[in-house]
């Protein structure tokens, strides 16, 4: 029922419920970064729940919790129940660094999370802090191991690659994510605000072709939804996605949309489009209004971004809009 101008079908919701973090990664947020959102502009659950059940009516399926760190968000775990037994919602995910993973996984898992993306830029301790800026990698393998524990299965592992900085462990990545039974997902940066624009951009189309032919690896393709064009071992015990937003954008296939966590309707990750939902359901508007609103906004959604055309016109962050 969400169909933009160009013929794509809108299924699949990123939904931020906090700007804060608390990590500080150098391709996302400046250490001294101080622009958050007041906590009082942020949609409540009641909100929220009424929010994505209007995409959920209008065809959304697939909704992913996100950040900054979602997991800082006080009762998640109630807000994820809440979702997941919406009618029309199938597939409830969370993008996360895994800082607090390890004592909120079996909850997460009963609220009803079905899949979880977990952000590991690094296997050596020094170089997390570096990327990361903050010495959290046992954290990570701590909430990694918790997670398995309660019952997620094939978790997915994003890598964001950068030159000259992280790029001479993808390798070790692969046979960590081998060894683990994890799907790795390697990144290129994005040019979204200073921080962005300031990474070393990895051009990941030579990394596929030599990994393609190391491992032994075919095309193959994997439930979600979301960008990454997969390759894996002939047997499926390995698979290895690759989100190149630069070099082979996939903007042709879009099926999503964000939401911040003060509501506003960001309708392309590249471009400044967007909907302030969050007045208008303070407002009293009716559930028709809210609907109506959604597809007048998907009506005038991009047709790609401008990476690549325009680096320097985005000037928020990544945690600003939204992972």
């Known amino acids: 029922m969400l169909v933009d101008p160009f013929g794509r079908s809108i299924e699949y919701v990123r939904l931020s419920v906090t700007d804060r973090c608390d990590l500080r990664c150098t391709y996302c947020m400046p250490e001294d970064f101080k622009g958050f959102e007041e906590p009082s502009h942020w949609l409540t659950f009641d ?158 189309q030579p990394v596929k072709a030599r990994l393609a032919e190391k491992y032994g690896l075919v095309e193959t393709s994997l439930p979600g939804g979301g960008p990454a064009r997969y390759l894996g071992t002939p047997d499926g015990r390995f698979n290895i996605g690759f989100i190149t937003p630069l070099t082979q954008h996939f903007c042709d296939t879009c099926n999503r949309v964000r939401i911040a966590v003060d509501g506003t309707l960001y309708l392309c990750l ?20 809210i609907e109506q609103a959604i597809l007048a906004a998907v009506a005038r959604k991009p047709e790609r971004h401008e990476f690549r055309e325009a680096p320097k016109k985005l000037v928020r962050f990544m945690s600003m809009t939204g992972g």
Do not use: C, W
């Open 270 to 289: 590249g471009q400044d489009d967007k909907l302030e939902l969050g007045p208008l359901l303070r407002a009293g508007a009716s559930d028709t209004d």
């Open 47 to 204: 909100e929220t729940e009424r929010l994505i059940g209007a995409f959920a009516r209008l065809g959304v399926k697939r909704v992913r919790l996100t950040g900054g760190e979602p997991l800082l968000r006080r009762n998640l775990p109630e807000l994820a129940a809440r979702l997941s037994a919406l009618p029309g919602i199938s597939d409830l995910s969370l993008s996360t660094n895994a800082t607090q993973l390890a004592k909120h996984a079996q909850a997460l898992k009963d609220a009803g999370v079905s899949r979880l993306n977990v952000s590991l830029d690094s296997l050596q301790r020094e170089r997390v802090e570096q990327i990361n800026g903050r010495d959290v990698l046992d954290r990570i393998l701590a909430g990694l191991e918790a997670a398995h524990a309660v019952g997620f299965g094939r978790i997915k592992l994003n890598m964001v690659a950068l030159a000259g900085v992280n790029d001479d462990e993808i390798d070790a990545m692969v046979e960590f994510a081998m060894r683990g039974n994890y799907t790795l997902r390697l990144i290129e940066t994005m040019p979204m605000g200073d921080t962005g624009r300031a990474s070393a951009f990895l051009d990941l």
